[in-house]
């Protein structure tokens, strides 16, 4: 038998509660205060033949479902250090001109190129861990090694933030977070999805209630809730942002928060703030990465410049919703 059979049942359920529903399934009759096995072998020959299972099979079967459920739930995954990118080839097949890309912990890499360019095609084959059988050929690495096919399934490696965000769900703000939160059988769902619902108001342009219909939320402020929810909520140690819409948005505190949280971020930009923004930056043309860019001590000057004048387009963006004329300003 093997270490869990060795186990008290309650022990078992303890640890893993889904347990106690895996043997009810089986109509299995047991002690809670007795070992797996002492249960099993108390157990008529009659209902191991009833249910076709020989009675290590039965303990090998939990002992699967076990490490299923727990790989499904995150609880046996390893940190997320570095993910590293192999190159494969644009669409004409020519390779990419780089050995390897590794991207760590609090990390905030831009993806640029014109559109159709590639990006959103660089972003997918991370967010499905490709292992040459994309149509690039790339493969993606996590602490060094590639995942498996099971694995790709199962673990949480990368949430999504898109161009679009329709809530459809009849929930309020907080309501939505707690349930997020509750499923991920957090410690303190509550108070994570309190702190969620703040780093979200202190994003938005335009604050909102806890008690605010998801479907009354502006497109800022919907986009502001999905990334305190990655932020905060989220166990997935990547976080892709496929050219999303920013007004309304603060952007450096938006990158902040999440790599605050020691995700790695990539994201498809057009934007010269979030692109001077990020660590570095990865240029597609063609459907291949051409160049990998450091932010040079010249590109921090034009950042400070970029931000200065992304704040008087904000400034007359507010005058005009107020109502006021515009007027140039020094």
């Given amino acids: 038998m093997s270490a869990i059979a060795n186990r008290t049942i309650s022990s078992l359920t303890e640890q893993w509660p ?3 529903e895996w043997l009810d399934s089986y109509h299995f009759t047991y002690d809670p205060a007795q070992t797996l096995s002492d249960c099993i072998a108390r157990t008529p020959d009659g209902y191991f033949r009833d249910i076709d299972r020989t009675r290590s099979g039965f303990v090998q079967e939990l002992e699967q479902y076990i490490r299923d459920i727990s790989a499904f739930l995150g609880e046996e995954d390893e940190t997320v250090e570095t993910v590293s990118l192999l190159p494969g080839h644009d669409k004409r097949g020519v390779p990419e001109g780089f050995s390897r890309i590794d991207w760590r912990a609090g990390e905030v890499i831009a993806i640029v190129g014109a559109t159709g360019s590639g990006k959103s095609r660089l972003l997918a084959d991370v967010e499905w861990c490709a292992s040459g059988d994309t149509p690039t050929s ?6 060094g090694r590639p995942l498996g096919r099971g694995e790709k399934g199962k673990r949480h490696i990368v949430a999504q933030l898109s161009q679009n965000m329709n809530f459809v769900i009849d929930a309020t703000v907080l309501e939505f977070l ?30 909102f209630s806890a008690d605010t219909p998801l479907t009354g939320l502006s497109g800022g402020q919907s986009r502001a809730l999905m990334i305190a929810d990655c932020a905060v909520l989220s166990d997935a140690p ?15 505190k938006a990158l902040a928060a999440l790599t605050g949280e020691n995700k790695i971020v990539l994201m498809a930009t057009h934007d010269p703030v979030l692109a001077l923004l990020a660590d570095r930056r990865l240029v597609v043309c063609g459907g291949g990465i051409s160049a990998v860019l450091e932010k040079s001590d010249a590109e921090k000057e ?22 006021l004329r515009l007027e140039a300003t020094e």
């Fill in 178 to 207: 707690s349930l997020h939160a509750g499923s991920l059988r957090r410690e303190d769902p509550e108070g994570d999805a309190r702190r969620a619902f703040e780093m979200a108001n202190n994003l938005a342009g335009e604050t």
């Fill in 238 to 252: 990547i976080v892709l942002i496929d050219e999303i819409e920013n007004a309304g948005i603060n952007r450096r």
């Fill in 18 to 20: 889904f347990v106690c």
């Fill in 302 to 323: 034009a950042l400070r410049f970029a931000e200065e004048m992304d704040a008087r387009l904000m400034q007359m963006r507010e005058a005009l919703r107020s109502g």
């Fill in 138 to 143: 790339r493969r993606v690495l996590i602490n």
